[in-house]
């Protein structure tokens, strides 16, 4: 069965540092999700991608953030400059007849 | 404002016992997503449902749209179910908006 993949599972990076997370989703979806989840929290959208473009992007995901599709197949999640309230859960999730595929997720954690 | 809210945040349960799990939203949708979240982090979809009833197994989910509610129910509890049960709306476009989760823990 295809599955949303997710590289790194855990990142831990020191602040101010940039860190780059992962996603491969399902390969004939066409609608791409980062969402969060803080520890203890309830998971929060970040961005939407599609037709390689934002199409929708929360104010949680300021200039520090980007997403890029480069090769077709990777779907990218850049922070530039971490901060220690970037440390949490991030999954990245795919979309096809309205039914959203999950990642597995990244744990990210900012020292 | 809480646009997604669930009821109740934790819930403890001896196996064998039926659960139900409440999900409210305010917002106007079009399909509402139940959704397992276990201990490692990982998400899995359990349901997407806009109306009526949807079955899978001993897993149960309810939707009312005109009262904005859902529930979802597990027959004959097990250890194994123990996890955090989320619900979520698409809102605006197909972006999700999750409620805080039900920590289900069902002990043997």
């Known amino acids: 069965e295809p599955e949303v993949t997710q590289t790194p599972s855990h990142q831990v990076t020191q602040m101010g540092q940039e860190v780059i997370l992962r996603c491969v989703p399902i390969?004939?979806?066409?609608?791409f999700y980062w969402y969060r989840q803080i520890l203890g929290q309830k998971v929060e959208f970040l961005v939407s991608f599609y037709n390689n473009e934002i199409s929708e992007k929360s104010e949680i995901f300021d200039d520090q953030f980007s997403v890029e599709r480069p090769d077709g197949s990777n779907f990218t999640l850049k922070i530039r400059s971490t901060k220690l309230e970037d440390s949490a859960m991030y999954f990245c999730?795919?979309?096809?007849?309205?039914?959203?595929?999950f990642g597995p997720g990244t744990r990210l954690t900012v020292l | 404002k809480n646009e997604v809210e669930q009821s109740p945040q934790n819930l403890t349960a001896q196996e064998g016992e039926f659960i139900t799990i409440n999900c409210s939203y305010s917002?106007?949708?079009?399909?509402l997503h139940w959704l397992q979240q276990h201990p490692g982090g990982g998400i899995v979809s359990l349901f997407m449902?806009?109306?009526g009833k949807k079955k899978h197994g001993r897993l149960i989910a309810t939707i009312n749209i005109q009262e904005k509610h859902s529930s979802l129910h597990i027959t004959a509890s097990h250890p194994r179910d123990s996890a955090v049960y989320i619900c979520?709306?698409?809102?605006?476009?197909?972006?999700?908006?999750f409620g805080t989760g039900t920590r289900l823990q069902v002990f043997p």
């Open positions: 917002v106007g949708i079009s399909a």
């Open positions: 449902l806009s109306s």
């Open positions: 999730a795919s979309i096809l007849a309205n039914e959203q595929f």
């Open positions: 979520a709306v698409p809102y605006n476009t197909d972006k999700l908006i």
């Open positions: 390969s004939n979806h066409l609608y």
